[in-house]
């Protein structure tokens, strides 16, 4: 008998983990959005607010997705744990920024951080894709989101 967990038992646990503790980040920015974020100059290409929950969604559950794919690859083997922990540390880098930026409303400290979480974005992906190419593409669009936000935070330093 296999008490290894299925495929389909560990996207479920991946994607609502993803999407679960995303959410803690999503607090510290639903306080924010209409009260600081509303007073602050934003550039002109600062998409409207409405937009950034179905994204995060979405790209929570890809990533739910790409953990998946390689967690199921076995977590015994070195590259995977390895992968993982990169996915781990990116994680918790994506909800640090949220705090940084709209819980302290520092959108320069922010700006450096999201730096750092963009180097451990692309180093996860680098490893997804060295266990499971479908992982590595699944997180693409993650990275192209970050690299926007990285770009918007900047100028809304620069503007403020």
């Not at 924010?32 to 559950?61: C, G």
């Not at 705090?99 to 180097?119: C, H, R, S, V």
Request: aromatic share 18%; net charge positive; hydrophobic share 60%.
């Amino acid at each position: 008998m296999n008490n290894k967990p299925s495929l389909t038992i560990k996207l479920i646990i991946s994607i609502l983990l993803c999407i679960g503790l995303g959410s803690i980040g999503g607090i510290a920015t639903a306080s924010s959005i209409d009260t600081w974020y509303a007073t602050v100059n934003k550039p002109s290409f600062n998409p409207p607010n409405w937009i950034f929950a179905p994204v995060w969604t979405t790209l929570f559950t890809l990533m739910g997705i790409a953990a998946a794919l390689v967690w199921h690859e076995g977590i015994d083997k070195k590259m995977v744990k390895k992968a993982l922990i990169f996915f781990g540390v990116q994680f918790v880098l994506n909800m640090i920024w949220s705090w940084l930026f709209f819980g302290m409303q520092n959108p320069k400290l922010a700006f450096f951080e999201i730096i750092i979480l963009w180097i451990f974005i692309f180093l996860t992906i680098r490893a997804f894709f060295g266990i499971k190419n479908t992982s590595g593409w699944l997180l693409v669009p993650y990275i192209l989101w970050v690299s926007f936000a990285a770009f918007l935070n900047f100028s809304i330093w620069q503007l403020n």
